[in-house]
């Protein structure tokens, strides 16, 4: 690094999903991208997660032991340390009613999976665009 140049941010993405498989390949991915991934493997666990790291964004399995994708994105959503995570539904469910249940819930975004990892990339620099407008600042939320 030369000198006065800030370090290199690295937006912090909670990747919930009970498939250990996924959550390698997307944290992969994602990684490669330029983000920094926490995991979690249930609802519950995510919940804690986010509550510890704060993250950027979460991207939420629907379909988890423990606790859903569902009920920990209500939780997330009426806790006012985690209201502001933007969190995207990460789901097999291709319905329209997924979808609507995915925002009565209070997701921001909405992804079907299986999907190309560029497509998730894609979707979380969106969502991360949005919500850094809705907090005033310029483009990706950014870690110090």
């Known amino acids: 690094m030369m000198p006065n140049q800030a370090p290199l941010v690295r937006p912090l993405v909670l990747l919930a999903d009970d498939f250990e498989d996924a959550r390698e390949l997307y944290r992969d991915y994602l990684e ?7 995991t979690a493997s249930n609802g519950r666990e995510a919940i804690d997660r986010a509550i ?3 993250p ?3 991207l939420m399995d629907a379909s988890m032991p423990v606790l859903d994708g569902w ?3 209500r939780v997330l959503k009426a806790n006012p340390t985690t209201k502001h995570i933007p969190i995207i539904a ?5 319905s329209d009613d997924a979808r609507q249940q995915a925002k009565a819930v209070g997701c921001d975004g909405f992804v079907t999976k299986p999907c190309f990892p560029d497509d998730l990339v894609a979707n979380v620099r969106a969502a991360l665009d949005v919500a850094g407008r809705k907090d005033g600042r310029p483009g990706l939320q ?3």
């Not at 490669?32 to 926490?38: A, D, H, L, P, R």
């Open 32 to 38: 490669f991208s330029g983000f920094s991934v926490e």
């Open 52 to 54: 510890a790291v704060q």
């Open 56 to 58: 950027d964004l979460i």
């Open 71 to 73: 009920q920990a994105t």
């Open 90 to 94: 990460l789901t097999a469910h291709a």
């Open 142 to 144: 950014t870690r110090p």
